[in-house]
């Protein structure tokens, strides 16, 4: 097979087996380069594709990576393993985890936000002394999540806290993780911990699975957190006498989840952590124009946390073309009127809308665009906005089967108990959970229970009789009915439909059917209820597929990474915005601010608009983002030059 390549990408993809890191820089091709080493693996060392397994970080990743195997390879493909990490971990967890790990059951939940919080918010209630300080239970979740990352168990956070506040949270992060293995739940962050601890304690799990995935390949290393480093350092070690098979690609100037527990370090060691480790540079950019790839190195070659790379634009220059403008206004109002005239001239200039995106460090920037558009009639698509899978029917819908799935998940039972209503109102349900936790039971195994039901009134007594009859039922069913019948029965049996309208209102009745329609027909693609439960649980809100319709893209900057267009408007570059306030104070925070703003020159493509605001916050004036200041600093040593 002839590979299109140029000299970098080729010494990547035909790199000798053994440790790799490739350092891919904005726009270079990672993802092509990644797709190719797996079709060099298969076509020229012949590999089985059962051996390789290839981890991203998103679903969207891990379904492009198919579809260009599969145009690459056809059906050669067959049995090579890709996805999440969280998708992969889930999957060895139903497998492995009955019988290995505590109580748990391979009917798992997985809990999403909302649920995590509710279980958050029970521990901090819970606490029976008093906190060191005012938290809130998005903060102890916060700080629970960042000691499952670090492979912190509640007492080992308890052990190595620094302060009173960390040791309040570790009391906090025990009656949470007991509540998730009490109903058979994992959170997000279980995924990747109980398989580590798998392969810990199982050693002949381990190597199970070792010897079946011999090649392992990661995307966006750089985002990888020390839990995550940690499992991959397990599944690719040698042994049996075959080398550690280990390609990674990552670009560290474009770290920017530190929010989310990534830790930049872990790529920037590689070298220290595997010795033996080959090292290529991906250095030549297909998207953007030199003077754009020239303001995203001005401000990145002042990093003092990742080494910076300077990038080569592929296309030559275009006499006479303005790829960097740079706009002053007075708040921002001003700005977004500016960038509606703006994109109304590139429209006459035979612009797709579709072609440009407004970019901004906060979600509450969008108001003033938001009203820009309008006001210009130009349409535009604000993303990250209320997922499908986030709206109250469609939770509704997944509550009802998790509660069928697994038994043991008396949050999503509490959901739906009186939804529609059959008596079973808050006083009700807290008779039954207290029943229930005193005896050791789920709360579905209450609704059984006639010393539980004698509590009740008469009317909540029949309402639970009936509930805990229809689940019944439906587990019953769930083994050998498709989810989507399933799904179809749980909605006409448990009388949701009939009551949908006196619970929406007729004028949102058309919208919710829709909803549930919807849902309905994402269950028809799968043969089982437990497969169709997770791949709704692994979603998130960014692996949406491209908007098509010709619309403005107004998105944070965070949501932009991975993306690109043709014609980008960077807002907000001052300092307090871009960098954050928050940041100013914080260690390291100004340098993952400075990576940020890396991040969201280099989705341009043709032209970049970089703008701030004298007067954006009323009563205060700003001034200009010290990365604005680089910028054009670099421009007048490159003219004196």
Same mark, same amino acid.
């Given at each position: 097979?002839?590979?299109?390549?140029?000299?970098?990408?080729?010494?990547?993809?035909?790199?000798?087996?053994?440790?790799?890191?490739?350092?891919?820089?904005?726009? *270079?091709?990672?993802?092509?380069?990644?797709?190719?080493?797996?079709?060099?693996?298969?076509?020229?060392?012949?590999?089985?594709?059962?051996?390789?397994?290839?981890?991203?970080?998103?679903?969207? +990743?891990?379904?492009?990576?198919? =579809?260009?195997?599969? @145009?690459?390879? @056809?059906?050669?493909?067959?049995?090579?393993? &890709?996805?999440?990490?969280?998708?992969?971990?889930?999957?060895?967890?139903?497998?492995?985890?009955?019988?290995?790990?505590?109580?748990?059951?391979?009917?798992?939940?997985?809990?999403?936000?909302?649920?995590?919080?509710?279980?958050?918010?029970?521990?901090?209630? +819970?606490?029976?002394?008093?906190?060191?300080?005012?938290?809130?239970?998005?903060?102890? #979740?916060?700080?629970? &999540?960042?000691?499952?990352?670090?492979?912190?168990?509640?007492?080992?956070?308890?052990?190595?806290?620094?302060?009173?506040?960390?040791?309040?949270?570790?009391?906090?992060?025990?009656?949470?993780?007991?509540?998730?293995?009490? %109903?058979?739940?994992?959170?997000?962050?279980?995924?990747?911990?109980?398989?580590?601890?798998?392969?810990?304690?199982?050693?002949?799990?381990?190597?199970?699975?070792?010897?079946?995935?011999?090649?392992?390949?990661?995307? =966006?290393?750089?985002?990888?957190?020390?839990?995550?480093?940690? /499992?991959?350092?397990? #599944?690719?070690?040698?042994?049996?006498?075959?080398?550690?098979?280990?390609? $990674?690609?990552?670009?560290?100037?474009?770290?920017?989840?530190?929010?989310?527990?990534?830790?930049?370090?872990?790529?920037?060691?590689?070298?220290?952590?595997?010795?033996?480790?080959?090292?290529?540079?991906?250095?030549?950019?297909?998207?953007?124009?030199?003077?754009?790839?020239?303001?995203?190195?001005?401000?990145?070659?002042?990093?003092?946390?990742?080494?910076?790379?300077?990038?080569?634009?592929?296309?030559?220059?275009?006499?006479?073309?303005?790829?960097?403008?740079?706009?002053?206004?007075?708040?921002?109002?001003?700005?977004?009127?500016?960038?509606?005239?703006?994109?109304?001239?590139?429209?006459?200039?035979?612009?797709?809308?579709?072609?440009? +995106?407004?970019?901004?460090?906060?979600?509450?920037?969008? !108001?003033?665009?938001?009203?820009?558009?309008?006001?210009?009639?130009?349409?535009?698509? $604000?993303?990250? *906005?209320?997922?499908?899978?986030?709206?109250?029917?469609? !939770?509704?819908?997944?509550?009802?089967?998790?509660?069928?799935?697994?038994?043991?998940?008396?949050?999503?039972?509490?959901?739906?108990?009186?939804?529609?209503?059959?008596?079973?109102?808050?006083?009700? /349900?807290?008779?039954?959970? &207290?029943?229930?936790?005193?005896?050791?039971?789920?709360?579905?195994?209450?609704?059984?229970?006639?010393?539980?039901?004698?509590?009740?009134?008469?009317?909540?007594?029949?309402?639970?009789?009936?509930?805990?009859?229809?689940?019944?039922?439906?587990?019953?069913?769930?083994?050998?009915?498709?989810?989507?019948?399933?799904?179809?029965?749980?909605?006409?049996? *448990?009388?949701?439909?009939?009551?949908?309208?006196?619970?929406?209102?007729?004028?949102?009745?058309?919208?919710?059917?829709?909803?549930?329609?919807?849902?309905?027909?994402?269950?028809?693609?799968?043969?089982?209820?437990? *497969?169709?439960?997770?791949?709704?649980?692994?979603?998130?809100?960014?692996?949406?597929?491209?908007?098509?319709?010709?619309?403005?893209?107004?998105?944070?900057?965070?949501?932009?990474?991975?993306?690109?267009?043709?014609?980008?408007?960077?807002?907000?570059?001052?300092? @307090?915005?871009?960098?954050?306030?928050?940041?100013?104070?914080?260690?390291?925070?100004?340098?993952? =601010?400075?990576?940020?703003?890396?991040?969201?020159?280099? !989705?341009?493509?043709?032209?970049?608009?970089?703008?701030?605001?004298?007067?954006?916050?009323?009563?205060?004036?700003?001034?200009?983002?010290?990365?604005?200041?680089?910028? /054009? %600093?670099?421009?007048?040593?490159?003219?004196?030059?």
């Amino acid at each position: 097979m002839v590979y299109s390549l140029n000299a970098e990408q080729r010494a990547a993809v035909t790199a000798p087996i053994g440790p790799v890191l490739v350092r891919a820089g904005a726009g *270079s091709g990672k993802t092509r380069v990644l797709t190719l080493r797996i079709a060099h693996l298969i076509e020229k060392l012949h590999v089985a594709p059962g051996q390789i397994l290839a981890l991203t970080f998103t679903n969207k +990743a891990a379904k492009e990576m198919r =579809e260009r195997l599969r @145009g690459q390879l @056809g059906t050669r493909v067959r049995g090579l393993t &890709s996805g999440t990490f969280h998708a992969v971990c889930a999957r060895i967890l139903r497998a492995e985890i009955a019988g290995r790990l505590g109580n748990y059951t391979a009917d798992f939940s997985i809990y999403g936000a909302d649920e995590q919080l509710q279980l958050a918010t029970e521990a901090l209630n +819970a606490a029976t002394e008093r906190p060191p300080m005012l938290l809130e239970p998005d903060e102890v #979740l916060r700080r629970i &999540s960042r000691a499952k990352s670090r492979l912190q168990s509640p007492r080992l956070m308890a052990r190595f806290a620094p302060d009173p506040v960390e040791k309040f949270v570790a009391g906090c992060y025990r009656r949470y993780q007991t509540a998730l293995a009490r %109903a058979n739940a994992l959170d997000f962050d279980d995924m990747i911990l109980l398989t580590h601890q798998l392969f810990t304690e199982h050693h002949e799990v381990l190597e199970q699975y070792q010897e079946r995935w011999q090649h392992l390949l990661v995307d =966006e290393y750089q985002d990888t957190d020390p839990s995550q480093h940690a /499992l991959i350092e397990m #599944l690719s070690r040698p042994g049996y006498g075959r080398p550690r098979s280990l390609f $990674v690609v990552g670009d560290g100037m474009q770290a920017i989840y530190g929010f989310r527990n990534a830790d930049h370090s872990i790529i920037a060691r590689f070298t220290h952590d595997f010795p033996e480790a080959q090292v290529v540079e991906l250095a030549t950019n297909y998207r953007s124009r030199q003077p754009i790839l020239d303001a995203a190195y001005a401000v990145i070659r002042h990093s003092k946390a990742v080494p910076p790379m300077a990038l080569r634009a592929a296309g030559a220059a275009v006499p006479g073309e303005r790829c960097l403008l740079i706009q002053e206004v007075k708040d921002g109002r001003e700005e977004a009127e500016q960038i509606a005239r703006s994109i109304t001239e590139a429209q006459r200039q035979g612009r797709r809308l579709r072609d440009i +995106a407004i970019l901004y460090r906060t979600r509450h920037m969008s !108001r003033p665009l938001e009203q820009a558009m309008r006001h210009a009639r130009i349409p535009y698509s $604000v993303r990250g *906005s209320t997922s499908f899978f986030d709206r109250a029917v469609v !939770r509704d819908g997944l509550a009802y089967l998790r509660a069928v799935a697994n038994p043991a998940d008396n949050l999503s039972l509490s959901r739906i108990a009186n939804v529609p209503a059959r008596g079973l109102g808050a006083q009700s /349900l807290a008779a039954l959970s &207290s029943f229930a936790a005193q005896n050791g039971i789920s709360l579905s195994e209450a609704l059984a229970k006639p010393e539980a039901l004698s509590e009740l009134t008469p009317k909540a007594a029949d309402g639970a009789r009936r509930l805990g009859g229809l689940l019944a039922r439906w587990r019953r069913f769930a083994a050998s009915m498709p989810p989507a019948n399933l799904l179809a029965d749980v909605l006409e049996q *448990s009388g949701y439909m009939a009551t949908l309208e006196a619970r929406v209102g007729p004028e949102e009745l058309p919208d919710a059917r829709a909803h549930l329609q919807e849902l309905m027909t994402a269950t028809e693609e799968h043969n089982d209820l437990s *497969s169709f439960l997770q791949e709704i649980a692994l979603m998130t809100n960014a692996d949406n597929d491209k908007d098509e319709r010709d619309q403005v893209q107004l998105l944070t900057i965070h949501a932009a990474k991975g993306l690109e267009w043709p014609l980008v408007f960077v807002t907000g570059l001052e300092e @307090g915005t871009l960098p954050h306030e928050r940041s100013l104070g914080m260690p390291d925070g100004v340098e993952e =601010e400075r990576r940020l703003c890396y991040v969201a020159l280099t !989705r341009a493509g043709e032209r970049l608009y970089l703008s701030w605001a004298a007067g954006r916050n009323r009563g205060q004036i700003a001034k200009p983002s010290r990365f604005l200041d680089e910028i /054009l %600093a670099y421009g007048r040593e490159r003219t004196k030059g």
